[in-house]
C-alpha cells in the first residue's frame, strides 16, 4: 500500500477539510532560513512529491528567506490544484542579518499580505496566521489592531480565513470577538504540553489546532520514553512523536517539514502508526499538562 496522507483523516480549515498531516515549508529556504536553498531542484521535488502523496495543506510564510520560500512554492506546484490550501502568516519581518522582528502596524500588514499574494502568485490567500511575537511562549497582549487590519483585508476579499499563532488562551478569545478564528497555531508537542486546556477546548468548538515545533523544532525532542516506545514498533522516535499528535485529538492538524522525499514518507508512516493503550500511557507521562480546561 502506497502511502498517502488522505490515512492521517481529515478535519475542516475554513470552508475545507484537508488531511491531518500537511506539510510546513520554512526548511525549504537557505540556512537559519535566510537565502536560496543549496539544492533548489530538491526542494521542488519535494513538493511535488507531497502533493502526489495527497497533501493538501501546505503552511508557509513570505518572511522565510524572505520571499524565497513562496517562490519555490509557486514555481514547483502553480497553477495549484484546487484541493491545496496554502496556509501563510504575517506579522514579522527578517533583517539582513537574520533576526525576526515584529511587523505589527496595519500598514506592515497590508504590505505583508500582498508580498504573500505576489510571491505565491494567488489573488487571494486561503488562511492568514496573525503570529504574534515570541520564540515559543506567547506573551499575553492585546492583538485588537493587527487582527482588525486583517478583517479589513478579509473584508476587502483579499483573504478568505483567519488564524492565530503564538497566542494565549485570552488572546484567541479577543481575536474571535473580532472575526471568526479557523486556527491556532502554537507550540506543542509530546514533551512540550502547557497549552493542553487551549488545545481542548478549542477541540469542543470544532477548531483546528496547529503544533508548530511538533518534533522539537531546532533542538529534536530526546525522550528515553520516546526511544522505548519506537524501538518496540520498529519505527523512530519522530515517527512516534507524529503519531501521538494525531492520537491526541481530532482537531490537531499537523505540518511538519523537510528537505528530504525520504523524510517526508517517512513522516506520513505516522498516520498508519497505531499506538495501543500501553504505548499512549507511557507517552502521556512524557512532558508537563497545562491547567484545568477552559472555556472559551
Known amino acids: 500500500m502506497s502511502i498517502t496522507a488522505e490515512r492521517s483523516g481529515s478535519f475542516p480549515l475554513g470552508d475545507r477539510t484537508v488531511h491531518r498531516i500537511g506539510y510546513g515549508a520554512m526548511q525549504l529556504a537557505g540556512p537559519q532560513v535566510m537565502g536560496p536553498p543549496e539544492d533548489r531542484d530538491g526542494?521542488?521535488?519535494v513538493?511535488?512529491?507531497a502533493v502526489e502523496l495527497g497533501v493538501d495543506h501546505i503552511d508557509t510564510s513570505d518572511?522565510?528567506?524572505p520571499h524565497v520560500t513562496n517562490e519555490i512554492i509557486?514555481?514547483?506546484l502553480h497553477p495549484y490544484p484546487d484541493d491545496l490550501t496554502i496556509v501563510t502568516k504575517v506579522g514579522a519581518r527578517r533583517t539582513p542579518d537574520g533576526h525576526w522582528h515584529e511587523a505589527l502596524s496595519p500598514e506592515e500588514l497590508r504590505a505583508a499580505v500582498q508580498d504573500n499574494l505576489d510571491h505565491l502568485g494567488l489573488d487571494v490567500l486561503d488562511v492568514v496566521n496573525l503570529r504574534l511575537p515570541g520564540f515559543a511562549q506567547p506573551a499575553q497582549r492585546s492583538l485588537a489592531e493587527p487582527f482588525e487590519a486583517l478583517a479589513e483585508l478579509q473584508e476587502q476579499g483579499l483573504i478568505r480565513h483567519l488564524g492565530v499563532s503564538n497566542v494565549t488562551p485570552q488572546m484567541f478569545a479577543e481575536a474571535q470577538s473580532i472575526a471568526p478564528v479557523v486556527c491556532v497555531q502554537n507550540h506543542y508537542n509530546v514533551v512540550h504540553r502547557e497549552d493542553e486546556p487551549l488545545l481542548d477546548a478549542l477541540a469542543r468548538e470544532g477548531i483546528a489546532y496547529v503544533p508548530f515545533f511538533p518534533l522539537g523544532g531546532f533542538t529534536p525532542l530526546e525522550s528515553a520514553a520516546?526511544?522505548?516506545?519506537?524501538r518496540r514498533l520498529e519505527t523512530t522516535?519522530?515517527?512516534v512523536a507524529l503519531a501521538w499528535l494525531l492520537a491526541r485529538s481530532p482537531n490537531v492538524v499537523l505540518i511538519p517539514g523537510t528537505k528530504s522525499i525520504a523524510h517526508l514518507e517517512q513522516n506520513l508512516e505516522a498516520a498508519a502508526r497505531v499506538?495501543?493503550?500501553?504505548e499512549l500511557e507511557e507517552?502521556?507521562?512524557i512532558g508537563g499538562t497545562g491547567e484545568p480546561d477552559i472555556d472559551l
Open 43 to 45: 526542494a521542488i521535488a
Open 47 to 49: 513538493l511535488r512529491r
Open 63 to 65: 518572511y522565510y528567506g
Open 74 to 76: 509557486r514555481d514547483a
Open 226 to 230: 520516546l526511544e522505548t516506545v519506537a
Open 237 to 239: 522516535p519522530m515517527e
Open 275 to 278: 499506538l495501543g493503550p500501553v
Open 283 to 285: 507517552l502521556d507521562r
